[in-house]
């Protein structure tokens, strides 16, 4: 493995928790291998690793992003990685709103419905 694999995953583990990226790592296949590896190094080894910016503002943008491009499916995870990185619920709803005026209301307005039933199940324990 590669330093940038190494950090990324520490990396990832910070972010996302241990147990998200034991899952993602039992669920990997030969199939998907060079994918995660790429997204290892890549996203988390080389993006969210640098230091320029803070885990709470690449959490506030990468939300923001996944909802302008209509990326739902990872807004969930992004969520909860938010009570790692320190993405408070009304600065979330701040970048939902700059979405809803830059990117369009039905994103906006999908992603929010998303956190809600996100943080409902963050809140029970879930």
């Given at each position: 493995?590669t330093?940038?694999?190494?950090?990324?995953?520490?990396t990832?583990?910070?972010?996302?928790?241990d147990?998200?990226v034991d899952?993602?790592?039992?669920a990997k296949?030969?199939?998907?291998?060079?994918?995660?590896?790429m997204?290892?190094?890549?996203?988390?080894?080389?993006l969210?690793?640098?230091e320029?910016?803070?885990?709470?503002?690449?959490?506030?943008?990468t939300?923001?992003?996944?909802?302008?491009?209509?990326?739902?499916?990872?807004?969930?995870?992004?969520i909860?990685?938010?009570?790692?990185?320190?993405?408070?619920?009304?600065?979330?709803m701040?970048?939902?709103?700059h979405?809803a005026?830059?990117?369009?209301v039905?994103?906006?307005?999908?992603?929010i419905?998303?956190?809600?039933?996100t943080?409902?199940?963050m809140?029970?324990g879930?």
């Open positions: 493995m330093d940038r694999f190494e950090k990324g995953m520490q990832r583990r910070a972010v996302l928790g147990a998200h899952r993602a790592e039992a296949t030969p199939f998907d291998a060079p994918f995660q590896e997204i290892t190094e890549g996203a988390w080894g080389t969210w690793a640098d320029t910016i803070s885990h709470r503002d690449r959490s506030l943008l939300l923001a992003l996944l909802a302008a491009c209509g990326n739902f499916d990872e807004i969930p995870m992004h909860r990685a938010t009570a790692r990185t320190g993405a408070t619920r009304d600065e979330i701040q970048a939902f709103l979405v005026v830059y990117a369009g039905p994103k906006a307005n999908h992603a419905k998303l956190a809600k039933t943080f409902d199940e809140d029970e879930a």
